[in-house]
């Protein structure tokens, strides 16, 4: 009943929209006959098995769902189509994981007040150590509002998927297209090398997370351990973007890259060549790691500008989003794997061959030579540049202010969410994976979404209502009793993180000048990196002043701050920064620098 009123509303919506419904008769959907098998098998299970769920019912509750995977596929060109599939295979993946059965959390049930109805949740039940729990019903309908029922991250795509088909078919204004992108980047050979260097890159680092985790803790490692760990990695970083952004515009951005990754690389390899690391080794790889890592991530931003056009920069940016928030989920799940089976030694090894299958990849890619006067540049006069071109651009200096408040807003919220789950809401330890597995799936979906969301509404306006988003949902949930309320809010906020990310990346690469692009993106990373350690120091101060539940409302109204600051500072006129004789001329600065707000050119 919920799935079908979801359904009505998205019909209703479109009229809304100034959609036309009579555009689906020409709809011609192929092998609609699969899609009526599974519902026959849905129905079939529901007849035969009313008290429970038995082995045969979940083998046909798997079958039912890989028949609706054939039809998708069938009509894999209709628009919308790939997120209904995508919802799908994650509500198949939660299912096939855990013998047929979709896993539900017990306080979703209790606030959908369907706890006492036995032999209604034939397909669903609450299933003892759960595998991808954060798949499973994880959210709720609350019981006093109509049709209260329980669903999932894959029921939630799946509805977007039909909201975007109905709107898509039917011709309205509401959600504009953004797939032709993505089906572009595939002419540009470049960006895909270095999409597959950062995805191997990204995967063996959160691999390589929990195996650093596993060798601290069995070390009798303490909480001071392990944030110094996190401090050793993380303030290199900082002190690298603020001086060091100036290397990524004066030197091959390739060789940047490729030196970093074969360094990092042969740090990681260290910890299995040298027998078991101690806890100093680790401290020194985790300085390594976040040194050069300060050096590779603002050259590779800088540079997929020169490697895609500018209409697809949001869809590569998408992608390089989307790719990361993947491996946040899946990386520690196959790290736990490993561990648990063969020790922390072959998760050490695949971090290391994934530096290196990222070092070969990028080593491939063609990027333009640095100019003869860029090379020439005195160090000391480059970062001074860099440092007044942010402070002169409003634009830049809007996204800088943002950046830092998110960071620390973000950094006061995070290490105070376990507490905030165990003891405010009385979870069990294995909810804090669904917590973080709801913001990831929000964030991956809302990446997909960004380059359909960039042509309906100018970046700027995009970055601040994701801001925005954010802080409301934070704010929200710092005031909730239920778990599956929070992870609902979870779900936004990861929705607006999503958007933001992506956006915010795309402005500065769009609108800074080419010579002057490393240094900005570099610094961003240190604004990154330094609000995040100051407010990691806050979150302490904070919590134990003001209680949890006070510290997440503070987290939530600096979001909301930082995107009161951005739509403030970002509508002032842009003052053009004095230029060295030998430095960027004006023609180097965005086009569109007399305006008060910088439009898209989208």
Not at 57 to 63: K, N, R
Not at 213 to 242: D, E, H, M, Y
Not at 255 to 268: C, I, P, Q, S, T
Not at 423 to 448: D, I, N, Q, Y
Request: charged share 10%; proline share 6%; hydrophobic share 55%.
């Amino acid at each position: 009943m919920l799935a079908l009123t979801i359904f009505l509303i998205c019909v209703l919506s479109v009229p809304l929209a100034g959609g036309r419904l009579a555009e689906l008769v020409h709809l011609r959907l192929r092998a609609l006959w699969v899609l009526a098998l599974a519902a026959a098998l849905q129905i079939f299970i529901a007849r035969i098995a009313p008290d429970g769920v038995r082995t045969m019912d979940g083998a046909l509750h798997i079958t039912s769902y890989a028949l609706a995977g054939v039809f998708v596929v069938a009509n894999r060109r209709i628009p919308g189509f790939w997120l209904l599939g995508l919802g799908g295979a994650l509500n198949l993946l939660a299912i096939a994981t855990n013998h047929g059965v979709m896993p539900i959390l017990p306080s979703a049930l209790a606030a959908a007040g369907l706890d006492s109805a036995p032999g209604v949740f034939h397909n669903s039940a609450i299933v003892a150590g759960a595998h991808l729990p954060f798949l499973g019903d994880v959210f709720a309908v609350p019981r006093p509002l109509p049709f209260h029922n329980v669903f999932s991250p894959g029921d939630v795509c799946i509805s977007l998927g039909a909201l975007v088909a109905l709107h898509r078919v039917c011709r309205s204004r509401l959600i504009p297209s953004g797939a032709n992108q993505f089906l572009e980047l595939r002419h540009h050979r470049g960006f895909a090398r270095m999409w597959g260097a950062q995805a191997a890159s990204n995967l063996g680092d959160w691999v390589y997370s929990l195996a650093v985790a596993t060798s601290l803790s069995s070390r009798g490692g303490t909480s001071k351990a392990f944030a110094l760990l996190l401090i050793l990695q993380v303030a290199p970083s900082a002190v690298v973007g603020a001086m060091g952004g100036q290397l990524v515009d004066r030197m091959s951005r390739k060789k940047l890259m490729v030196g970093a990754d074969l360094l990092r690389g042969l740090a990681v390899a260290s910890l299995f060549v040298a027998g078991p690391p101690s806890r100093i080794h680790l401290y020194a790889v985790a300085f390594c790691l976040g040194l050069f890592g300060a050096l590779f991530l603002p050259s590779f931003q800088a540079s997929l500008p020169n490697l895609v056009p500018q209409e697809s920069l949001v869809a590569a940016n998408s992608l390089v989003s989307t790719t990361f928030h993947v491996a946040v989920m899946a990386g520690p799940i196959l790290g736990g794997v490993l561990v648990t089976r063969l020790g922390i030694g072959p998760a050490f090894a695949i971090n290391a061959c994934s530096f290196g299958i990222s070092a070969i990849l990028v080593a491939g890619v063609h990027l333009p030579p640095v100019p003869k006067e860029a090379e020439d540049e005195r160090p000391l006069r480059a970062m001074v540049q860099g440092l007044r071109y942010v402070a002169a651009t409003p634009l830049v200096r809007g996204i800088f202010v943002a950046l830092g408040l998110l960071m620390v807003a973000s950094a006061i919220k995070t290490p105070l969410e376990p507490l905030f789950i165990l003891r405010t809401l009385g979870g069990k330890p294995e909810m804090l994976g669904l917590v973080g597995g709801a913001w990831g799936v929000g964030m991956v979906l809302r990446s997909l979404a960004a380059p359909a969301a960039s042509r309906r509404w100018p970046r700027e306006r995009l970055f601040v209502m994701s801001i925005a988003l954010v802080g409301t949902a934070v704010l929200v949930a710092s005031q909730q009793r239920m778990l599956s309320a929070v992870l609902l809010l979870w779900l936004v906020a990861g929705i607006g993180n999503g958007a933001g990310t992506v956006v915010y990346e795309t402005l500065l690469q769009e609108r800074v000048p080419d010579s002057l692009r490393g240094r900005v993106l570099a610094a961003s990373e240190a604004v990154l990196d330094t609000a995040f350690l100051f407010g990691v120091f806050a979150a302490g101060l904070v919590g134990d002043r003001l209680g949890i539940r006070a510290a997440f409302a503070v987290s939530g109204c600096l979001f909301l701050s930082a995107a009161l600051l951005t739509h403030v500072i970002m509508r002032r006129p842009i003052t053009l920064p004095d230029q060295p004789e030998d430095g960027p001329q004006p023609a180097d600065l965005p086009e569109t620098a007399d305006l008060t707000v910088l439009p898209s050119r989208q």
